[in-house]
């Protein structure tokens, strides 16, 4: 290092003298042991290709600390073209990385939930309505398969598997007389049947969920 701001106080505890020139330490002894290999390759892709560069790494401070920080830079040639140095700034980002890990925590927690709700709702259909057990599951699973031959991704195989599992939900609102009647129904039980699509976009539309699962088709379709 031939220039180094006051700000490497804070972010590594060494003051400027001690890292320029190495007179105390080089700030490649500051890396994190496992990431000095991947800071040093992607530096030299950045000098073969001569773009900047943007790398996040570990360093250790003084104390000991173990702190991310993002470097944003650009290896350049000297006036005379044998050397070689490299201009940028170094930004701690440790809240970020905290902050970034936290909120995929509470996304997956979210996702668990979500599907848990999901099952639970599943299987209340199926209980209420017996005579179609598992049917809900099976189309899901069908589904999932015939997208997934079909060369769809897996995020939105998934989407597909869940509206699957769904499709029946509107049947949580009808009497579990009708459903499970055993013999055949007259006209007025058969039109209540037909609602439990409708019934199930009503209660569905109101859940957000991060694809489409509802599209009420208007009277002309």
């Known amino acids: 290092m031939e220039v180094v701001s006051r700000g490497i106080i804070e972010l590594t505890g060494y003051r400027p003298e001690e890292i320029i ?4 330490l080089p700030y490649s002894d500051l890396i994190y042991t496992e990431d000095r290999e991947m800071v040093w390759e992607l530096i030299q892709e950045s000098f073969a290709a001569g773009d900047h560069y943007e790398i996040e790494y570990r360093i250790v401070t003084r104390s000991g600390q173990l702190k991310y920080v993002l470097e944003r ?8 073209g044998g050397e070689v140095f490299v201009e940028g700034f170094i930004s701690d980002v440790t809240n970020l990385r905290v902050a970034r890990r936290e909120a995929e925590e509470s996304k997956e927690k979210l996702e668990a939930t979500l599907r848990s709700t999901i099952n639970a709702l599943s299987r209340i259909v199926e209980i209420r ?4 057990s598992g049917h809900q599951r099976k189309v899901g699973l069908l589904a999932a398969s015939i997208s997934r031959r079909m060369g769809l991704e897996d995020g939105l195989c998934e ?16 009497p579990s007389e009708i459903l499970s009647k055993p013999g055949r129904l007259n006209q007025i039980e ?22 489409p699962i509802c599209r009420l088709r208007d009277s002309a379709s």
């Not at 209540?192 to 957000?208: N, P, T, W």
Request: aromatic share 12%.
């Open 21 to 24: 020139g190495n007179k105390e």
């Open 73 to 80: 830079g650009k290896v350049i040639a000297g006036e005379s």
């Open 129 to 132: 309505d017996p005579y179609t």
């Open 159 to 174: 989407n597909i598997r869940i509206s699957g599992l769904l499709h029946d939900i509107g049947k949580l609102w009808i």
């Open 190 to 211: 058969f039109d209540m049947i037909k609602e439990h699509s409708r019934l199930g976009y009503e209660v569905l539309k109101e859940i957000e969920f991060d694809f």
